[in-house]
């Protein structure tokens, strides 16, 4: 997020897009919901579901999935027609409006033709840009509806563009504000934990920094951008990639396509699973490393708002599991590596050397409310927000985004649309909110899918259906809504005994190399 | 000027009430609809005080402190009516205290205690304890209901689920969730902000009935390891046991505000799990046996030593985790790049 | 089937009583309906819980079936001086019931209320919308008849 | 225009309705008709002629004469022998106390159309001068000098507490706000009190006049009325007395050409005797429950949808347009220092004409209940009489010399409340009134705080314990605690209603207690 949690209260509107927020991250839109009962903000949802956060809208719209960019391109089409953009925000901190207006003016974003591609009407569209444009400060919050697409870049490209179209950068309440989907996918990434950069989004074909972490840590690196996740599967699958060494993760069921995944994991020479639990990852595992939980060790988590918070221990660890960095560190040292690491706090102090933005964010500094990074020195209080006068790199750099449909669209023979997501009970592959029963008996398995299809259909509510893709063949208990548009369903991914991603499609984003998990060609049927 | 509370002097924050003056300078005034976030109700009355010059006995709750004013707060004639205000609510419900799972966490068992009173002394109290154990996690004993309206005001004005409304009216008011439903078939979505606001035992976690008293507990405060809010959350630990027995929001954390949702509250069973790993294990013959430290470290390492000698440093990738702290993904990337000697490594930010 | 009652309010919480009353006065049972609720509160954007609290609130409302006559005799003193509890005893006779019940036959339902504003002519009850003063013993006995012979 | 030789005004409100006057008006119809009196005899319907216990009942001018109970058969007797032959029917006129019924003896103010005027014919209303007072406000008066006439008046509110209305309008005139509002409280729920149905019933108009120049007075573009859904009758003539007004150009966009707008929306409650608190009644029209909000801020700041409004009852704003009319100085011609004007009582319970008078403030109770109440029904003596609403106190008989008026009253620990007067003979047992009395404020008791509602639900306890002889002397005193500690403590004054009558109750009649103890 370039903002922070507490600004919800600063904002206008409040834009959701591609986000079941009350599902999947609860506390913000509580945050958002108190904002609309206050009435400091308005609220415009745009997702293919009526999510929960649509009661409270005062726009609701529904997009056909993978259609953001014509939605987003569209709304820019008619601000900028309106003349309701932030003239002088563009003036002084942007540059190449012309390629974003060369590319949003085109006759092809206009309402009416998006009403096409989209499936919202023409006077919704003008009534969402209208409400956008004019509001004082207006944010966008967003999850992996937005990025989890073949145009994933494209779409947050294009959130970018619209909120520095309107000015919304750079002030409390405004921002484009990504919704982490997990409590340290912020930390993950700000530690390096990417193919391409180094900790602090340093690169790793940067030489300077290269450098600067040989000498850190006195060997040589590669300056070679690394395997992202789905390409290791690939590589594995293709017998290039020979070891595996997987710490708390489960792509046996996150990863798309499964029986893909389950192929690649088995042609692995060695592959290591390092977890607390037996996962259907780790069944395929040479070796299984036991570690402990969050809840009995010491540490960091760094928030979607970038704010590092301290975990503390709050009981013993099983005897015989230990933490994931001492388990690295023995591993280390037996590759022949210097590391001396006593406590987690001399991690902390190495990350505070190597990171400039984490520079100031000490153990001792933390304290019980966390800094929020960027906070280079240990005088510096935190932001809050980004782009404060100025962008990292100088000026906010617009971009013409063409509109792309998504890699694989319905047609005869798979007719629906797939796409996928969390609900509120469970927790991505479900390692760890499964082991709750009381969890399991509010939410267990389904397909949602509309009245309309259902009855064409003859399935009724709660009765056992076959899901198909060209990708494989899933059986769960549909769930007849009308809170989902004809055409579309939509399945969560927690459960093993109905996996999402063995329909989903692996094609990827060209450039963050994220699957198309919410779109995909589908058909149903009932079982005889 | 500064404000007089019995005589003593205090200083005044701007738009602070009495109430909040004396709570935060460690003066007691018997309060049971006052909560910092749910704010001034104005429902109990047991927070009278007297001003100097001014008529009769004021609810200190949604009095703004003035500069000069002089506060008592423990007079006869506000003792006398306290103790009438407070017998009332406590004869008016089956409060038990010692069975009570918030003995020695209850607002009305420490204003009671405060004013004196030992036992109810009028026959207030409903013929039958009206239970509600429909909810997974959550239990309900309207008889021990005062009717406080802080859980009401946390699920419509805070977490904004808007579940739970007054019924009815006069003595027969009584909370519902949504149409009168048992808690277990309504919309709640069991957030248990109610739960955390309730100053008696009528909403407790279901889990945590019989499972320690609240002074044997230790809280510890840590982060949830849920989604990527990053709700700071405070967990209840029976030492002896190893066991972490309930799971309450904090209360002063920015990102949350002590809300939390079902899993964050309730969701933590596998930490205690009966499936937790406690051992390596070394598949042999498509089949794991347990290994050792001393043994399974050394065997890893030779493993991955062959595979970079004969494949090169990029046959070999790893995930680091979006689950783990930071200091780990920062060892977990450290030992991929400096160790093993690739880039290949990535997590599941994208899925 | 509410549709024609909604449509006459803008979807304005301030509106809700008015809506209730509607729906009330328009049930052939005298009461709302749970799934009125539903509609009313998808109608106006306010929750089930505030609409069932608003219908708790007030005296007039009923959240289950009532008889196709709901009486409302005053219980307030200054019928009560002029002898209501003699009124309501000849009702209970009467009708079989008590105080909150509906007759077998669904045509009344008996209840209390507080002061009608009749009180010059008190004793005083009120049968749907129509008023009834100067109550007796014998004049109860003749309309509870008629209205039952009109039923 | 006709000229009539005689007019007759049938009363219609609740009572008579009930009576079959709509019946009793056809035939007589019928029989004019057969008579061929129909272009001689006007009949006219009126709100209620102010008589109780009289049936239906109808005024006939020039004569001045009235006739009540009547029924179907009486008719050919007196369209022959009084219509036709001018010989009024004596044996069924109300011919004692026949000062009662003389208006001009009663010094009315806002009952002084009622009974006399149709009250759904804005013509009428308009022919007795009505709404110039509004087109001299509109027209001729800025707003502070309104607030401030109104304010020189000593006009205080009838609802009961006796707020100076000019004083509570000051504090919102000034106020600049986009929007603010008056509200008219007529959620008349205090037992005993039906004047402000009556003011609605009878003339309607009145009260729209007086709401028009206290809106403007304030700045107030938008008024509501916010009345007990069980007042029928008024609801439906202040809906025809609001879209006659706005047909004449009273009501609406740029009135008079002056600039000002002014739209009036009737809210209807649904049977809660708490929404006659002021905070209470504005939650409720604003969709909620009736709860009260805790003040400050006064609705005067911050009241229906934060903004400001002006609450005043039925009766206080249905004198506004005499004052206007006719100067603060006239109105202080009546009543006394300090509480100057009339008031509208309501005499109930045991005297031999129950009904409603209005007379100077200050006329002594005694004088009430025997000239305007007809005295003790049957002549059995005076016991006591509840003097205030519900909330009010029981008044021995060495209090009957009391000045109605709010001072006064206060001398004896007794408030004027809403006017409403109930009277009890030597029979009635005072443990038995108030046991009906606990049981009403129990029974609406909102139940937002603690001591009100779980104060009333003990002391009905202690109550129905002493009714049924189980009561202790020292439950009498609990009970006084109880009640003292609900006044002091209660959030709005629901709870603080009960100290007045539990207190006078037990000092005054404490032997009807103690007998239950026997």
Same mark, same amino acid.
């Given at each position: 997020?370039?903002?922070?949690?507490?600004?919800?209260?600063?904002?206008?509107?409040?834009?959701?897009?591609?986000?079941?927020?009350?599902?999947?991250?609860?506390?913000?839109?509580?945050?958002?919901?108190?904002?609309?009962?206050?009435?400091?903000?308005?609220?415009?949802?745009?997702?293919?579901?009526?999510?929960?956060?649509?009661?409270?809208?005062?726009?609701?719209?529904?997009?056909?999935?993978?259609?953001?960019?014509?939605?987003?391109?569209?709304?820019?089409?008619?601000?900028?027609?309106?003349?309701?953009?932030?003239?002088?925000?563009?003036?002084?901190?942007?540059?190449?409006?012309?390629?974003?207006?060369?590319?949003?003016?085109?006759?092809?974003?206009?309402?009416?033709?998006?009403?096409?591609?989209?499936?919202?009407?023409? /006077?919704?569209?003008?009534?969402?840009?209208?409400?956008?444009?004019?509001?004082?400060?207006?944010?966008?919050?967003?999850?992996?509806?937005?990025?989890?697409?073949?145009?994933?870049?494209?779409?947050?490209?294009?959130?970018?563009?619209?909120?520095?179209?309107?000015?919304?950068?750079?002030?409390?309440?405004?921002?484009?504000?990504?919704?982490?989907?997990?409590?340290?996918?912020?930390?993950?990434?700000?530690?390096?934990?990417?193919?391409?950069?180094?900790?602090?989004?340093?690169?790793?074909?940067?030489?300077?920094?290269?450098?600067?972490?040989?000498?850190?840590?006195?060997?040589?690196?590669?300056?070679?951008?690394?395997?992202?996740?789905?390409?290791?599967?690939?590589?594995?699958?293709?017998?290039?990639?020979?070891?595996?060494?997987?710490?708390?993760?489960?792509?046996?069921?996150?990863?798309?396509?499964?029986?893909?995944?389950?192929?690649?994991?088995?042609?692995?020479?060695?592959?290591?699973?390092?977890?607390?639990?037996?996962?259907?990852?780790?069944?395929?595992?040479?070796?299984?490393?036991?570690?402990?939980?969050?809840?009995?060790?010491?540490?960091?988590?760094?928030?979607?708002?970038?704010?590092?918070?301290?975990?503390?221990?709050?009981?013993?660890?099983?005897?015989?599991?230990?933490?994931?960095?001492?388990?690295?560190?023995?591993?280390?040292?037996?590759?022949?590596?210097?590391?001396?690491?006593?406590?987690?706090?001399? *991690?902390?102090? /190495?990350? $505070?050397?190597?990171?400039?933005?984490?520079?100031?964010?000490?153990?001792?500094?933390?304290?019980?409310?966390?800094?929020?990074?960027?906070?280079?020195?240990?005088?510096?209080?935190?932001?809050?927000?980004?782009?404060?006068?100025?962008?990292?790199?100088?000026?906010? %750099?617009?971009?013409?985004?063409?509109?792309?449909?998504?890699?694989?669209?319905?047609?005869?023979?798979?007719?629906?649309?797939?796409?996928?997501?969390?609900?509120?009970?469970?927790?991505?592959?479900?390692?760890?909110?499964?082991?709750?029963?009381?969890?399991?008996?509010?939410?267990?398995?389904?397909?949602?899918?509309?009245?309309?299809?259902?009855?064409?259909?003859?399935?009724?509510?709660?009765?056992?259906?076959?899901?198909?893709?060209?990708?494989?063949?899933?059986?769960?208990?549909?769930?007849?809504?009308?809170?989902?548009?004809?055409?579309?369903?939509?399945?969560?991914?927690?459960?093993?005994?109905?996996?999402?991603?063995?329909?989903?499609?692996?094609?990827?984003?060209?450039?963050?190399?994220?699957?198309?998990?919410?779109?995909?060609?589908?058909?149903?049927?009932?079982?005889? | 000027?500064?404000?007089?509370?019995?005589?003593?002097?205090?200083?005044?924050?701007?738009?602070?009430?009495?109430?909040?003056?004396?709570?935060?300078?460690?003066?007691?005034?018997?309060?049971?609809?006052?909560?910092?976030?749910?704010?001034?109700?104005?429902?109990?009355?047991?927070?009278?005080?007297?001003?100097?010059?001014?008529?009769?006995?004021?609810?200190?709750?949604?009095?703004?402190?003035?500069?000069?004013?002089?506060?008592?707060?423990?007079?006869?004639?506000?003792?006398?009516?306290?103790?009438?205000?407070?017998?009332?609510?406590?004869?008016?419900?089956?409060?038990?205290?010692?069975?009570?799972?918030?003995?020695?966490?209850?607002?009305?068992?420490?204003?009671?205690?405060?004013?004196?009173?030992?036992?109810?002394?009028?026959?207030?109290?409903?013929?039958?304890?009206?239970?509600?154990?429909?909810?997974?996690?959550?239990? #309900?004993?309207?008889?021990?209901?005062?009717?406080?309206?802080?859980?009401?005001?946390?699920?419509?004005?805070?977490?904004?689920?808007?579940?739970?409304?007054?019924?009815?009216?006069?003595?027969?008011?009584?909370?519902?969730?949504?149409?009168?439903?048992?808690?277990?078939?309504?919309?709640?979505?069991?957030?248990?902000?109610?739960?955390?606001?309730?100053?008696?035992?009528?909403?407790?976690?279901?889990?945590?009935?019989?499972?320690?008293?609240?002074?044997?507990?230790?809280?510890?405060?840590?982060?949830?390891?849920?989604?990527?809010?990053?709700?700071?959350?405070?967990?209840?630990?029976?030492?002896?046991?190893?066991?972490?027995?309930?799971?309450?929001?904090?209360?002063?954390?920015?990102? $949350?505000?002590?809300?939390?949702?079902?899993?964050?509250?309730?969701?933590?069973?596998?930490?205690?799990?009966?499936?937790?790993?406690?051992?390596?294990?070394?598949?042999?013959?498509?089949?794991?046996?347990?290994?050792?430290?001393?043994?399974?470290?050394?065997?890893?390492?030779?493993?991955?030593?062959?595979?970079?000698?004969?494949?090169?440093?990029?046959?070999?990738?790893?995930?680091?985790?979006?689950?783990?702290?930071?200091?780990?993904?920062?060892?977990?990337?450290?030992?991929?790049?400096?160790?093993?000697?690739?880039?290949?490594?990535?997590?599941?930010?994208?899925? | 089937?509410?549709?024609?009652?909604?449509?006459?309010?803008?979807?304005?919480?301030?509106?809700?009583?008015?809506?209730?009353?509607?729906?009330?006065?328009?049930?052939?049972?005298?009461?709302?309906?749970?799934?009125?609720?539903?509609?009313?509160?998808?109608?106006?954007?306010?929750?089930?819980?505030?609409?069932?609290?608003?219908?708790?609130?007030?005296?007039?409302?009923?959240?289950?079936?009532?008889?196709?006559?709901?009486?409302?005799?005053?219980?307030?003193?200054?019928?009560?001086?002029?002898?209501?509890?003699?009124?309501?005893?000849?009702?209970?006779?009467?009708?079989?019931?008590?105080?909150?019940?509906?007759?077998?036959?669904?045509?009344?339902?008996?209840?209390?209320?507080?002061?009608?504003?009749?009180?010059?002519?008190?004793?005083?009850?009120?049968?749907?919308?129509?008023?009834?003063?100067?109550?007796?013993?014998?004049?109860?006995?003749?309309?509870?008849?008629?209205?039952?012979?009109?039923? | 225009?006709?000229?009539?030789?005689?007019?007759?005004?049938?009363?219609?409100?609740?009572?008579? %309705?009930?009576?079959?006057?709509?019946?009793?008006?056809?035939?007589?119809?019928?029989?004019?008709?057969?008579?061929?009196?129909?272009?001689?005899?006007?009949?006219?319907?009126?709100?209620?002629?102010?008589?109780?216990?009289?049936?239906?009942?109808?005024?006939?001018?020039?004569?001045?004469?009235?006739?009540?109970?009547?029924?179907?058969?009486?008719?050919?007797?007196?369209?022959?022998?009084?219509?036709?032959?001018?010989?009024?029917?004596?044996?069924?006129?109300?011919?004692?106390?026949?000062?009662?019924?003389?208006?001009?003896?009663?010094?009315?103010? #806002?009952?002084?159309?009622?009974?006399? *005027?149709?009250?759904?014919?804005?013509?009428?209303?308009?022919?007795?001068?009505?709404?110039?007072?509004?087109?001299?406000?509109?027209?001729?008066?800025?707003?502070?000098?309104?607030?401030?006439?109104?304010?020189?008046?000593?006009?205080?509110?009838?609802?009961?507490?006796?707020?100076?209305?000019?004083?509570?309008?000051?504090?919102?005139?000034?106020?600049?706000?986009?929007?603010?509002?008056?509200?008219?409280?007529?959620?008349?729920?205090?037992?005993?009190?039906?004047?402000?149905?009556?003011?609605?019933?009878?003339?309607?108009?009145?009260?729209?006049?007086?709401?028009?120049?206290?809106?403007?007075?304030?700045?107030?573009?938008?008024?509501?009325?916010?009345?007990?859904?069980?007042?029928?009758?008024?609801?439906?003539?202040?809906?025809?007395?609001?879209?006659?007004?706005?047909?004449?150009?009273?009501?609406?966009?740029?009135?008079?050409?002056?600039?000002?707008?002014?739209?009036?929306?009737?809210?209807?409650?649904?049977?809660?005797?708490?929404?006659?608190?002021?905070?209470?009644?504005?939650?409720?029209?604003?969709?909620?429950?009736?709860?009260?909000?805790?003040?400050?801020?006064?609705?005067?700041?911050?009241?229906?949808?934060?903004?400001?409004?002006?609450?005043?009852?039925? /009766?206080?704003?249905?004198?506004?347009?005499?004052?206007?009319?006719?100067?603060?100085?006239?109105?202080?011609?009546?009543?006394?220092?300090?509480?100057?004007?009339?008031? #509208?009582?309501?005499?109930?319970?045991?005297?031999?004409?129950?009904?409603?008078?209005?007379?100077?403030?200050?006329? /002594?109770?005694?004088?009430?209940?025997?000239?305007?109440?007809?005295?003790?029904?049957?002549?059995?003596?005076?016991?006591?009489?509840?003097?205030?609403?519900?909330?009010?106190?029981?008044?021995?008989?060495?209090?009957?010399?009391?000045?109605?008026?709010?001072?006064? %009253?206060?001398?004896?620990?007794?408030?004027?409340?809403?006017?409403?007067?109930?009277?009890?003979?030597?029979?009635?047992?005072?443990?038995?009134?108030?046991?009906?009395?606990?049981?009403?404020?129990?029974?609406?008791?909102?139940?937002?705080?603690?001591?009100?509602?779980?104060?009333?639900?003990?002391?009905?306890?202690?109550?129905?314990?002493?009714?049924?002889?189980?009561?202790?002397?020292?439950?009498?005193?609990?009970?006084?605690?109880?009640?003292?500690?609900?006044?002091?403590?209660?959030?709005?004054?629901?709870?603080?209603?009960?100290?007045?009558?539990?207190?006078?109750?037990?000092?005054?009649?404490?032997?009807?207690?103690?007998?239950?103890?026997?």
């Amino acid at each position: 997020m370039t903002n922070d949690i507490a600004g919800i209260k600063d904002t206008d509107v409040i834009m959701i897009i591609g986000s079941d927020t009350s599902a999947a991250h609860p506390v913000i839109a509580a945050r958002i919901k108190q904002a609309v009962r206050e009435g400091t903000a308005q609220l415009i949802v745009i997702d293919p579901k009526k999510i929960v956060m649509a009661d409270y809208a005062k726009i609701y719209a529904a997009q056909r999935p993978g259609s953001d960019v014509a939605v987003l391109n569209c709304l820019m089409h008619i601000i900028i027609k309106n003349d309701l953009y932030n003239k002088e925000f563009v003036e002084k901190r942007t540059e190449a409006f012309d390629k974003l207006k060369a590319e949003v003016m085109k006759d092809k974003y206009s309402p009416e033709n998006v009403e096409k591609l989209s499936g919202i009407p023409a /006077e919704k569209l003008i009534e969402i840009a209208e409400m956008f444009g004019k509001a004082e400060t207006a944010s966008i919050f967003y999850a992996m509806g937005i990025t989890q697409h073949t145009t994933g870049t494209d779409n947050v490209k294009s959130v970018a563009n619209i909120q520095m179209l309107c000015g919304n950068l750079g002030k409390s309440g405004g921002g484009v504000n990504p919704l982490r989907g997990q409590s340290n996918v912020q930390g993950a990434c700000d530690m390096g934990g990417l193919p391409n950069v180094y900790p602090g989004y340093q690169k790793v074909t940067d030489e300077k920094a290269q450098e600067k972490f040989e000498k850190a840590w006195g060997k040589k690196l590669s300056n070679k951008v690394g395997l992202t996740v789905t390409e290791m599967i690939d590589e594995a699958y293709n017998g290039k990639v020979k070891a595996l060494y997987v710490m708390g993760e489960n792509p046996y069921l996150s990863d798309p396509d499964q029986n893909h995944v389950i192929e690649a994991l088995n042609k692995t020479d060695f592959l290591i699973v390092q977890d607390m639990f037996i996962t259907e990852t780790a069944e395929l595992a040479d070796v299984v490393l036991p570690a402990s939980a969050f809840a009995e060790k010491e540490g960091h988590f760094t928030n979607t708002e970038r704010r590092v918070q301290r975990l503390n221990k709050v009981i013993d660890a099983p005897v015989g599991a230990k933490d994931d960095w001492e388990i690295i560190q023995l591993l280390a040292q037996e590759m022949g590596g210097k590391w001396n690491y006593k406590t987690v706090s001399d *991690i902390t102090a /190495e990350i $505070n050397l190597l990171t400039p933005s984490y520079g100031g964010i000490t153990w001792e500094r933390v304290g019980r409310m966390g800094l929020q990074w960027p906070c280079p020195t240990e005088t510096h209080p935190g932001t809050p927000y980004l782009h404060k006068g100025n962008f990292a790199r100088g000026l906010g %750099l617009f971009s013409g985004i063409e509109f792309k449909e998504p890699d694989e669209l319905p047609d005869e023979e798979y007719p629906l649309i797939l796409t996928t997501g969390r609900v509120l009970q469970h927790f991505h592959t479900g390692t760890m909110s499964r082991k709750t029963e009381g969890l399991n008996r509010l939410a267990g398995p389904m397909v949602m899918i509309s009245v309309e299809d259902a009855e064409k259909m003859g399935i009724g509510n709660s009765e056992e259906i076959e899901i198909l893709t060209r990708r494989g063949k899933i059986k769960a208990p549909a769930f007849v809504t009308k809170k989902i548009s004809p055409g579309v369903i939509y399945i969560p991914f927690h459960y093993k005994e109905s996996p999402a991603n063995r329909l989903t499609n692996p094609a990827i984003d060209p450039v963050a190399k994220i699957p198309e998990y919410k779109v995909c060609a589908a058909k149903v049927q009932k079982i005889n | 000027m500064p404000i007089f509370i019995n005589g003593r002097e205090f200083e005044l924050k701007p738009g602070e009430t009495v109430l909040e003056v004396a709570l935060r300078n460690d003066i007691y005034i018997p309060h049971l609809c006052f909560h910092p976030k749910t704010g001034k109700a104005g429902k109990c009355r047991a927070c009278i005080v007297e001003v100097e010059g001014r008529r009769g006995l004021l609810t200190s709750c949604n009095l703004v402190a003035e500069e000069g004013m002089k506060v008592v707060t423990d007079s006869k004639q506000v003792k006398d009516a306290q103790k009438i205000i407070v017998d009332l609510i406590l004869s008016s419900g089956h409060h038990d205290c010692l069975s009570c799972e918030q003995n020695g966490n209850c607002e009305l068992q420490d204003a009671a205690y405060y004013l004196g009173i030992e036992r109810p002394s009028f026959d207030l109290a409903p013929a039958e304890i009206e239970t509600d154990n429909s909810s997974e996690f959550i239990f #309900v004993d309207r008889s021990k209901c005062i009717s406080c309206g802080r859980c009401v005001e946390g699920c419509t004005r805070t977490v904004v689920n808007e579940v739970l409304n007054f019924a009815n009216r006069g003595f027969e008011t009584r909370i519902s969730f949504d149409n009168e439903l048992p808690m277990g078939e309504s919309t709640c979505v069991q957030c248990g902000e109610c739960v955390q606001l309730c100053p008696v035992g009528a909403i407790i976690d279901s889990r945590m009935i019989g499972r320690g008293r609240t002074w044997e507990l230790e809280k510890v405060e840590t982060v949830c390891p849920y989604c990527g809010v990053g709700c700071k959350l405070e967990m209840h630990v029976d030492r002896q046991k190893n066991e972490i027995i309930r799971v309450t929001g904090v209360e002063d954390s920015p990102t $949350n505000e002590g809300m939390l949702c079902v899993k964050g509250r309730y969701g933590f069973d596998f930490v205690s799990s009966q499936d937790r790993i406690t051992t390596p294990l070394i598949k042999e013959n498509g089949k794991f046996r347990a290994a050792d430290w001393a043994e399974v470290i050394p065997y890893v390492g030779k493993k991955l030593k062959a595979i970079k000698k004969e494949f090169g440093s990029d046959a070999i990738a790893g995930l680091t985790s979006a689950k783990v702290t930071n200091e780990e993904n920062f060892a977990f990337q450290k030992f991929m790049r400096s160790e093993i000697g690739t880039n290949n490594v990535d997590h599941c930010a994208r899925l | 089937m509410y549709e024609k009652i909604l449509k006459k309010y803008p979807p304005d919480q301030e509106n809700l009583i008015y809506i209730l009353h509607e729906i009330q006065d328009s049930n052939p049972q005298n009461f709302v309906p749970e799934e009125a609720i539903t509609v009313v509160s998808e109608y106006l954007k306010i929750s089930a819980a505030h609409i069932h609290g608003v219908l708790t609130f007030y005296s007039m409302f009923s959240t289950a079936p009532r008889g196709r006559n709901v009486i409302r005799l005053c219980e307030s003193p200054p019928c009560f001086l002029k002898g209501s509890e003699k009124i309501l005893r000849k009702l209970r006779d009467l009708l079989q019931v008590k105080i909150g019940e509906t007759t077998k036959d669904g045509i009344f339902t008996l209840e209390l209320c507080a002061c009608l504003g009749v009180c010059g002519n008190a004793p005083v009850m009120m049968i749907n919308e129509d008023i009834y003063a100067d109550l007796t013993e014998e004049k109860v006995e003749k309309i509870i008849a008629e209205i039952k012979g009109r039923a | 225009m006709k000229f009539y030789r005689s007019h007759l005004l049938i009363g219609i409100d609740d009572s008579s %309705l009930q009576a079959g006057v709509k019946e009793f008006e056809t035939a007589l119809r019928n029989e004019l008709a057969k008579h061929n009196l129909t272009d001689e005899i006007n009949i006219l319907e009126t709100g209620t002629l102010g008589y109780f216990g009289t049936g239906i009942s109808m005024l006939v001018y020039p004569e001045q004469v009235t006739y009540v109970n009547l029924k179907l058969e009486y008719i050919p007797e007196i369209v022959s022998e009084h219509f036709l032959k001018g010989r009024i029917v004596h044996k069924y006129i109300l011919d004692k106390l026949s000062s009662k019924y003389d208006f001009n003896y009663q010094g009315r103010i #806002v009952l002084k159309n009622s009974g006399v *005027i149709d009250p759904e014919n804005i013509e009428e209303y308009i022919g007795t001068g009505g709404y110039e007072a509004w087109e001299k406000a509109l027209l001729e008066m800025k707003p502070e000098e309104i607030v401030a006439e109104v304010k020189a008046s000593g006009l205080r509110g009838r609802g009961g507490a006796g707020f100076p209305a000019g004083l509570k309008w000051s504090f919102t005139q000034p106020l600049a706000a986009e929007q603010k509002y008056l509200v008219i409280n007529a959620d008349e729920g205090e037992p005993g009190t039906f004047k402000d149905r009556l003011i609605m019933e009878g003339d309607p108009h009145k009260l729209m006049e007086g709401i028009m120049i206290a809106s403007y007075a304030i700045g107030a573009t938008k008024a509501y009325i916010y009345i007990r859904g069980e007042y029928k009758l008024c609801i439906s003539r202040l809906r025809k007395a609001i879209d006659q007004a706005k047909e004449y150009g009273l009501l609406g966009k740029n009135i008079f050409e002056s600039g000002f707008d002014l739209d009036v929306e009737i809210k209807i409650g649904a049977g809660a005797y708490v929404c006659g608190e002021e905070t209470a009644l504005i939650e409720s029209m604003e969709g909620n429950r009736g709860t009260p909000r805790s003040k400050p801020p006064f609705p005067g700041v911050k009241g229906a949808w934060q903004r400001p409004t002006v609450v005043n009852n039925v /009766e206080t704003i249905t004198n506004v347009p005499a004052i206007i009319k006719n100067g603060a100085e006239w109105f202080k011609g009546f009543g006394v220092e300090g509480c100057t004007g009339t008031k #509208v009582y309501t005499i109930m319970g045991d005297v031999s004409m129950p009904g409603l008078c209005e007379v100077d403030m200050g006329t /002594e109770l005694r004088k009430i209940i025997n000239e305007f109440g007809g005295g003790m029904k049957n002549n059995r003596k005076f016991k006591a009489a509840l003097v205030g609403g519900a909330a009010g106190v029981f008044l021995s008989e060495k209090l009957l010399d009391v000045k109605m008026d709010f001072n006064s %009253l206060n001398e004896y620990a007794a408030v004027l409340g809403s006017g409403a007067i109930l009277v009890m003979n030597e029979e009635v047992d005072i443990v038995e009134m108030l046991w009906s009395v606990i049981r009403f404020f129990r029974h609406e008791s909102c139940g937002k705080c603690s001591p009100c509602s779980n104060g009333n639900e003990i002391l009905y306890k202690l109550i129905n314990n002493i009714r049924n002889g189980e009561g202790k002397e020292k439950d009498l005193d609990l009970m006084l605690h109880i009640a003292a500690v609900m006044n002091d403590t209660s959030f709005c004054a629901l709870g603080e209603s009960l100290l007045l009558p539990v207190k006078s109750a037990i000092e005054n009649f404490r032997e009807d207690f103690l007998q239950r103890m026997k």
